[in-house]
């Protein structure tokens, strides 16, 4: 410590074993006096060490708690082995695969289908197929959005004419429309394709009962029959050709 | 615990024991999932993307569009996924057996898009929404993908597959927006997006 | 029976063989530091880019129309619609992860832990030119990866947005350090092995095989759908588990007892939590998918996981607290200590936090809202980020013999980031816990998506000026490094301290 190291080592040969391979990196130009270059590490304390104290009481009690809880945790919510057993919920039905949706529940698992109202059943199914096409556009309260999605509150358009209904329905809208002094100008898709003659129905006597709506139910029948008289259509409506369609659908 | 050779065991036996549980296992138990073909129609689920869409979902890719949206459903007793309209059931492993990489998503500052192509199918309305998304959503902080459209000079008439834009958004006088091969690409696969079909494991709630 | 080791004087032979392992450490450890400083600046720069663009999304969104116009003329056809494709928010926020991740996080953990490797095994670096050889291809490696992501390259999958050909050469860098710090540790001197050093080379062992593994499955020979998800979680979570989180706790665990000069409080506290550690955080990945396409033994064993890592949380927290006893006054004028306690505090903070977000009754408000970024941030930069800081305060005088230049400079670096961090994590968690509760109940009129958007902007905003506060922090900081590098600092009179140490402690300038 007492004299300068030479500055670079002969022919030194970067992955040789060395005695200091490493003193190349010190830069002693600017510093005279060796003390002061360690100034920092000089006043640094020794390296850490660990202390012996035993953990603490409390601790292992804390970490058994947590393990207990772990495990009831686990044998609660595991499910089954299995890549096809996505509920997790205690006491989901796991033979043949869980079913995901609630609505799907009431036919799946086991045990005698409580026998239900067709008729609410139809309004609960068209609730369900309502949410999954129509709410992003015409929302859950059924207000739509101004100037593009029209209401289908209190609309003529939902409680007039059934034919009119499914006919928008099966080939979609577009153009400016009048709702009730309200005017949108949005672009409806035909859901024909997409919605089959149940679901059509069903969304239909859904909306058609919801909100304050009074307007009878629609049949699976019925939707169709429409669908036949209307299988030529090959364009969305406008609103003038829409307002041409008048009466209810007779199922011959 | 002074050796290499201890310590060693111990980082290779704790990553090893994860490493399998969540790795390995999960590959062979479900992933090696075949489609679900349905006997009377022949049609297989998930049904396959056309090449059109595939492109599409390198767009996707590209331009991050996870990072807003997710692509999975949640089931209805955990979330309200079902009831905003975002799917008929939740997800499962199958639906995704075509995704080369998965595009699950983990943040909704968008909707999610698993069912985009069943609730929103107007092509136009995707093309106009992309190009400028606060015309179509009041107040939406989605980006507009100026850079997937081309304005152009109108020659003789509109081209069929101009946009409709109003106002702030529509080009100059004699001029009109029209899709790239990108966007015309992404449409394609965002109208693709559907979960709309019953599987075993999970059934639509429509149905 | 620990002993007060306030008042034992460094001896002359540990002080030479500090001098020596420092002064090799010198050219790789500044080349990663400087490395690590630079992108954070540039990744503090995407960050604010995309945070203002979440709420302002016309901010940026193309280069204005006189200069497009020109450009066009004189360059390829495509590269005005390239610029302007790179400046989308789903390009600049993967930028931003990559960079603050990659470039910024990780090159400063790997600069902490070989000044650490080569100071705990107590001999001078070896090697000194694969390491900084590393450190340079790490540096191609982000280079090409970055402009890949904001070109339309990125591979679309969180955490590992880079292209293969980008991870290989990251790979290759990581896995040349590997190696190097295996040679380190056969060839250290005899005696215990300290706790760091257990944290440095189970992360050095972990992350090379987490990364090549997750790479593998899901690029370059794709797992199916949803097993790629859980691969990808498995593999994000356990970068912030099983690699920042050990060389985060590897720091705090040198410079907390270093600092204040008395031992860690207990052995067996740190051998059970690096245990528990190792044991329980990697199964954690599931908990990103709570109520995702995954069966249901998967996700309740990595919920079960995010809970028990509650264990070597509270363990870490009692080991590090126990330690700081009756020492707390230090914080007053070491920058170190300061920047150092409060990721550790915080690691404590993000990790429970963290295990209650397990939970599926609270994930199902918290999952995919801003309130999961919060708790990142709060993990990453409030944790990893603060102790690096601390932890580069400490080494560079030790590497070039110079004491920091400025006080103030230190203190503005602290106040704003220490603030900056707060406030984000707050804002997001607030303004995530709205979005998720709006998201959670749609049958209330009120709680369109359209709404849920507007209902978190004034969150989303307060978060830019947040991250402006973060930025000016950064700077101070940038500036700072680049001025100790031009051989600014004082070579003698004592560390740059934070205040005046009381006068009847030991040798004053010893907590820095």
Redesign the interface.
Known sequence: ?SQEPDPKPEAAS??EEQD????R???YS??TNVT?????????????????????LF?IA??GA??L??GV??GR?????????????AGAVVA?????????GV??AGGAAVEEDPLLAMVK?GK??Y???????H???G?G?AG?YPTLVDSPYVLDSERRLIAILLHGAEGPMTVKGNVYNG?M?AWGR?LNDR?MASVATYIRQEWGNKAGPITPEQAAAARLEFADRTKVYSEAELLAIEGPIVVK | MNKLTTLFCGFLFTFVLAWLGLVIIPHFQFGQLQPFVNEDTGESFPPFRSGLANRGKQVYEANGCIYCHSQQVRPDYLSADMARGWGARRSVARDYIYDKPHLLGTMRTGPDLSNIGVRQPSEAWHHEHLYAPQSKSIGSTMPPFRYLYKIQKIQGEVSPNALKLTAEDAPAEGYEVVPTAEAVALVAYLKSLSQNYSLPEAKLSTE | MSQNLKNMPVEANDALERAQVDASCRVPVLLFFATAIFWLVVGTVFGLIASLKLHDPYFIIELPSWFAFYLEKFSPAGTVEMINSSLTFGRIRPAHLNTVAYGWGSPAGLGVAIWLMARLCRVPLRYPTLVSAAGVLWNIGMVVGIGALLSGGSTSIEWLEFPPYVTFILFISFALISIWAVDMFVHRKPGHVYVSLWYIMAALFWFPWLYGTANILIQLAPAQGSVQGIINWWYGHNALGLWFTPLGLAAAYYMIPKVIGRPVYSYYLSAFGFWALALFYSWNGGHHLIGGPLPAWLITTSIVASVMMVIPVVVTAINHHMTMKGNFNVLRYSPTLRFVVFGAMSYTLASLQGSSMAFRELNAITHFTHYTIGHSHLGLYAFYTMIMFGSIYYIVPRLLGREWVSALLIKVHFWTCAYGIVTMVLLLSVGGAIQGWMLQHPENPLNKFSDIVEATKPWLRGRSISGCLIMVGHLAFAYHFALMLLKFGRSEGGPTLLAQPESNTDSAGSHS
Not at chain 1, 77 to 89: N, P, Q, S, V
Request: with cysteine.
């Open positions: 410590m970067e992955f200091n391979p490493s003193l990196g010190i830069d600017e510093e002061q270059i360690h100034e920092s590490i000089l006043r640094e304390k020794i390296d850490p060490e660990e202390g012996q104290e035993p953990i603490p601790l804390v970490i947590t393990l809880f772990g945790y686990l919510h595991w499910g089954a082995f299995d890549g096809m057993a996505y509920d997790e919920r043949g695969g869980n079913v995901g949706g609630a609505g799907g036919a799946g199914l369900r197929v949410t999954a096409n129509c709410a992003s556009c929302q859950g309260s207000q959005a593009q672009a898709p997409q679901q």
